[in-house]
């Protein structure tokens, strides 16, 4: 049996310092590059003069936009079918775009001469307040776009509106509230990069880079540069955390290939921390009003919401065609709610491209903090508890599979046991007297719950694809005569430890040691098609792909075994991870014992072919829902609006644990990123477009001291539809934890008669908000 | 400029740029690339090696400045084939998942140790507030801490036994 907590394989390079991330490669007659960047939110780009540049010894090329505009590389398309310039033409759209590209024989020097690069520019108007991305006088920022006269990329909407408007009309109750889901980034501790080496001989081009989508990639790239499929080779090494920035392909990507094309010799580019911050694809920027309609005893009948949605200067979210707002339409969340819709507009602000690139499972993470803060809104009009208010409206277990309101079907799931177990490990009745206590004080704390349900694990592809290519994973196994086995996959971890829980995956199905299995991930040469990790779809798809292909090499192997036995195979049973003779353990064989065997001059059944390797696509049923219930308690000191996390408890059900050590510290890390969204990080811009979290010094993310001991609880309610049960967990903490840390703030700030604040709940913020001055969080002018 | 760096026992002589970040001499000079870089601001702690004995931000220290001292990377904390304490302790305790911080982490672990060879949850969290994390939320980490402090302990007892 192979499921359980096992050290994981990776370690053993990383303690080490022998990880190989993309800035470790190193090859020989390496160039290095650097990128000019934009310092203007909006402006016209009149002149470029690259002579004092090019004239340093060490330059070996300066590349600007009409250089690649020569190769018909000036633009590329994004991820949501809409362009993005690689280095800028005509104009530069945000602070910090790409505009020329310096290949040298050293960092240093490339850097150097970014100095000496002339730009003219004429500056413009910006757009930076979403909200007037849509004014009639509203300069246009996509002009490059045929027939465009306006910043307006897309509507949409789902669910139904005239059951839902017809619900809110009868309704006893009704709340309405404005939020803005601020942009944040995801900020991996490595920042992107790539090393790109094309040989002029082969005509082969191998790209390292920290991608989490390594086919997506090669396809794009030879659907873009031209280059033949086959003569691509993009290598994804170890990734210092992606969290969603690294699926798409950024303007350094291609300009790293064109330099290497243009030069003849590999060139790394790596970006430093305030290019990564400034230009790779950030998240959220949601400005949402919700509304729900309920009884007057807390019975919820109907929730609706209009969502503004800041994409930036190029439309680039990475998520499945068909869903311009990801999976946002999840919103009606874990109740049993009659109707609901939505309607969301996308713009075009000066600001980078984004929007889906944060542990976000396609804006699920939006969808749940609305309905979460929502529910609490409600609970403060009714006067009620919110975890009452919650358990009176929860999806029963009977329920499943549950349609949604807005064209989903839920798994599977127990939502009020999971609740109940959060509120049993807290002690919420306990936690809610000492409030009591603590107001009569003149004393904040604050208790905030909240519940999610995530939808994770895209496609099935019939559904769900990007740029055309569907959602659905290969995976190859090969199992070695002395029955060692090596399992490919299309998958790429940057950090989820898919070296152990795969190998623990086929050890289970296969009967043989997790340990002889090695997993081979992050090569597109070595490894079958698929498209990738982000949206928590490894375990889901990749690991499903993993189950199904060791399942069709155990068949093999029972013919084997079989004629091994002098059998039929009608007759064998697999019992403690061997083929036996039904009811005869003694005659088990161990599938070491049947590999040698098929590899052997044993005579085989006719039509049956030797060996034991096998491959399979998997293309998902349905998504998976993962689910879970959040509790926090925070203390508020009103002198200084500083907010202390005291206690998190995370009760998470994501089906079947593979590892769960590894469960664990999924949710552990997706914690830690809740209460930084909830409490300190944010991308905010002053008018004129000025990126004011361009470094970490401005960034804020929560280090050892904001981060309380976590506390986590499981229930464990397999899927019906994944080969092992399991659900997916990477992003379920993320998405389900920065509703409870703020709940738990506006909570602690019952006394002053708040409902609302937005994220995120500085010191400052919630200061000002209890001295009655609430504030946008995401400008700089109030 | 030349300069003589000893690092991780070894000394080596380079000629460098009087610019040139610590953090650059080990990883393209010496080929030591267990020592990552990751912002611009010394805010993130990925480039923490011992100078001396004392945990720095390498990125934050100028090659010449190392000139005549002693640096320990992640690449030293391994003696004779044994690993180091902190080392285990992050394998046991799944202190990391992506890796990039856990070289800075270790150093900063293992001065730790050296100074304060029984510390609490909060002397551990105060060690490590100046590094960050992204995938671990630190819990493991300091669990991994913990758990190298009392594998120390051990062995020290069992030492003093015999
Ligand atoms: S690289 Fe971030 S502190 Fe040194
Ligand atoms: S393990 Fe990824 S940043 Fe710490």
Redesign the interface.
């Known amino acids: 049996m192979s499921y359980g907590p096992m050290h994981r394989k990776e370690d053993a390079r990383f303690i080490r310092g022998r990880g190989n991330y993309t800035d470790d490669v190193r090859l020989p007659g390496m160039l290095y590059g650097a990128v000019l960047r934009s310092p203007h939110a909006h402006a016209r780009v009149v002149s470029i003069d690259t002579s004092a540049a090019e004239a340093l010894p060490k330059v070996k090329a300066v590349i600007t936009g009409q250089t690649l505009a020569g190769l018909g590389l000036a633009w590329m398309p994004t991820l949501s079918q809409d362009t993005q310039a690689v280095l800028a033409t005509d104009k530069v759209r945000f602070q910090g775009q790409e505009v020329a590209f310096v290949v040298a024989e050293d960092a240093y020097s490339a850097r150097d001469a970014l100095e000496l690069i002339d730009v003219e520019y004429e500056p413009l108007d910006a757009v930076i307040d979403a909200r007037k991305a849509l004014d009639e006088n509203a300069p246009v920022i996509r002009d490059d776009l045929e027939g465009r006269a306006n910043n307006h990329i897309f509507d949409w909407d789902a669910g139904d509106r005239a059951r839902t408007d017809a619900l809110f009309e009868q309704a006893d109750v009704t709340v309405a509230q404005d939020m803005l889901y601020p942009r944040v980034h995801p900020a991996p501790l490595e920042t992107c990069g790539a090393v790109a080496d094309f040989d002029k001989v082969t005509g082969k081009l191998t790209i390292w880079c920290p991608t989490q989508a390594p086919h997506a990639h090669r396809t794009l790239y030879a659907m873009v540069a031209g280059l033949p499929e086959h003569k691509i080779r993009v290598i994804s090494p170890d990734i210092g955390g992606g969290f969603g920035g690294k699926v798409g392909i950024y303007p350094g990507y291609v300009c790293a290939i064109v330099g290497s094309i243009v030069t003849g010799r590999p060139v790394k580019w790596m970006e430093d921390r305030s290019e990564n911050l400034m230009s790779t694809a950030f998240a959220r920027d949601y400005h949402m009003h919700g509304e729900i309609a309920a009884t007057r005893d807390g019975k919820i009948q109907a929730i609706r919401v209009k969502v503004l949605a800041d994409h930036g200067a190029f439309n680039g979210t990475a998520q499945p065609t068909k869903f311009p707002a990801g999976f946002f339409h999840v919103f009606s969340g874990s109740y049993d709610i009659e109707a609901a819709h939505c309607e969301v507009t996308g713009v075009y602000t000066n600001k980078a491209p984004g929007g889906v690139a944060y542990a976000c499972s396609f804006r699920v993470t939006e969808a749940v903090y609305l309905v979460e803060r929502m529910v609490d809104v409600l609970a403060a009009e009714l006067n009620m508890d919110p975890a009452d208010l919650r358990m009176r409206n929860l999806l029963k277990p009977e329920q499943f599979p549950y349609h949604s309101p807005t064209g989903w079907e839920y798994d599977s799931g127990d939502y009020p046991r999971a609740l109940r177990l959060a509120m049993d490990m807290i002690g919420y009745d306990k936690l809610r007297a000492e409030q009591a206590d603590k107001r009569a004080r003149g004393e904040l704390m604050g208790i905030g719950v909240s519940f999610f349900t995530e939808a994770v694990g895209a496609g099935p592809r019939k559904h769900m694809d990007i740029l055309g290519l569907g959602m659905a994973d290969g995976a190859e196994l090969r199992v070695h005569p002395t029955g060692k086995a090596v399992l490919r996959v299309s998958c790429q971890s940057q950090g989820q430890g898919h070296e152990t829980t795969f190998a623990q995956i086929v050890g289970q199905e296969l009967g043989i040691p997790a340990d002889d299995v090695e997993v081979v991930h992050g090569d597109t040469d070595q490894t079958p098609f698929g498209l990738g990790t982000y949206g928590s779809r490894s375990t889901p798809v990749s690991g499903a792909a993993t189950a199904i292909v060791a399942r069709k090499v155990r068949d093999r192997a029972k013919i084997v075994a079989a004629a091994m036995l002098e059998a039929a195979p009608d007759d064998l049973e697999w019992a403690d991870g061997k083929w036996s003779v039904v009811g005869d353990p003694a005659t088990g064989k161990s599938m070491a014992e049947i590999a040698l065997a098929a590899h052997s001059n044993l005579e085989l059944p006719e039509g049956v072919e030797g060996h034991l390797d096998a491959v399979t696509v998997y293309n998902p049923p349905n998504l998976t829902y993962p689910f879970g219930a959040y509790i926090c308690v925070v203390d508020l000191d009103p002198g200084t609006g500083q907010v202390k996390v005291r206690r998190f408890v995370a009760v998470d059900d994501c089906g079947v644990r593979i590892n769960p050590m590894i469960v664990e510290g999924q949710i552990h890390g997706g914690l830690a990123d809740g209460v930084g969204m909830a409490l300190m990080q944010v991308m905010a811009f002053d008018e004129d477009g000025n990126h004011l979290g361009a470094s970490f010094m401005d960034y804020l993310l929560p280090t050892s001291m904001e981060c309380p001991s976590w506390e986590l609880g499981e229930t464990v309610t397999p899927s019906p539809t994944h080969p092992i049960g399991a659900k997916g967990v990477g992003e379920s903490a993320t998405v389900g934890s920065p509703a409870a840390v703020v709940n738990a703030v506006i909570d602690a700030l019952g006394p002053y008669g708040v409902r609302h604040a937005d994220m995120p709940l500085t010191p400052a913020n919630v200061w000002r908000v209890i001295n009655g001055d609430p504030f946008r969080t995401d400008l700089a002018i109030p | 400029m030349r300069i003589t760096v000893t690092v991780n026992g070894q000394p080596h002589t380079r000629e460098v ?1 009087p ?2 970040l610590l953090v ?1 001499f080990l ?1 393209d000079e010496l ?11 010394s ?2 702690g ?1 480039c923490t090696v011992q100078l001396d004995g004392v945990p720095v931000k390498s990125c934050t220290v100028l090659a010449v400045m190392a000139d005549g001292h002693e640096v320990t ?3 030293g ?2 003696r004779d084939g044994e ?1 180091d304490a902190v ?1 285990k302790g ?3 305790c ?1 202190g ?8 800075g982490m ?1 150093l900063t672990a293992r001065a730790l140790l050296d100074r304060v060879p029984d510390p609490d ?1 909060g002397q ?3 060690a ?15 669990r991994s801490i913990r758990w190298a402090a009392e594998a120390s302990q051990k062995v020290a007892e069992s030492e003093a036994r015999q």
């Open positions: 740029e610019r040139l650059h990883r080929s030591l690339t267990g020592t990552h870089w990751g912002c611009d601001t805010n993130c990925v990377t992640v690449e904390l391994e690993l080392q992050f394998v046991e799944h990391l998942q992506c890796g990039f911080c856990t070289p270790l949850e551990i969290r105060e490590i507030s100046g590094q960050l994390c992204r995938c671990t939320g630190y819990e493991n980490i300091v």
